[in-house]
């Protein structure tokens, strides 16, 4: 069995999207529901002095959802991990519309559990 993680970069996004916690929770809800998730509780979130970024983080019964933005670099990263394989989103309408991006970029990586085998030679342990 294996779960799939998104790693999500948005960027050309203007700072006052990045500096309202009320946006992120909306955007937090929006992927929740577009995607059929189960949230265990509400969103948990930080707003930085200064450049007033953000990070949030809302834990589901999937595993969890985080997001870090960087309005002084007009950016955010968005992290979402599944604990089963579920068809990917377009990440571009879900996150980075509401963003006002210009610019989404997107990992996905398949998540192991058990046994992943032994450690290639050439690789660091």
């Known amino acids: 069995m294996s779960g799939v993680e998104w790693m999500v970069d948005v960027s050309g996004c203007p700072p006052d999207a990045l500096q309202e916690p009320q946006r992120i929770v909306l955007l937090f809800e929006r992927v929740v529901a577009r995607m059929g998730l189960r949230p265990i509780g509400r969103p948990i979130w930080h707003q930085f002095p200064g450049t007033r970024g953000l990070t949030a983080v809302w834990m589901l019964q999937e595993s969890h959802l985080t997001i870090h933005t960087f309005p002084e670099f007009g ?18 309408d879900l996150v980075g ?24 030679p050439d690789s660091p342990a």
């Open 75 to 92: 950016s955010a990263n968005l992290n979402l991990f599944c604990c089963s394989i579920r068809p990917a989103p377009d990440w571009a």
């Open 97 to 120: 519309a509401p963003l006002g991006g210009s610019r989404v970029r997107v990992q996905e990586c398949s998540r192991t559990y058990g046994d992943v085998g032994p450690v290639p």
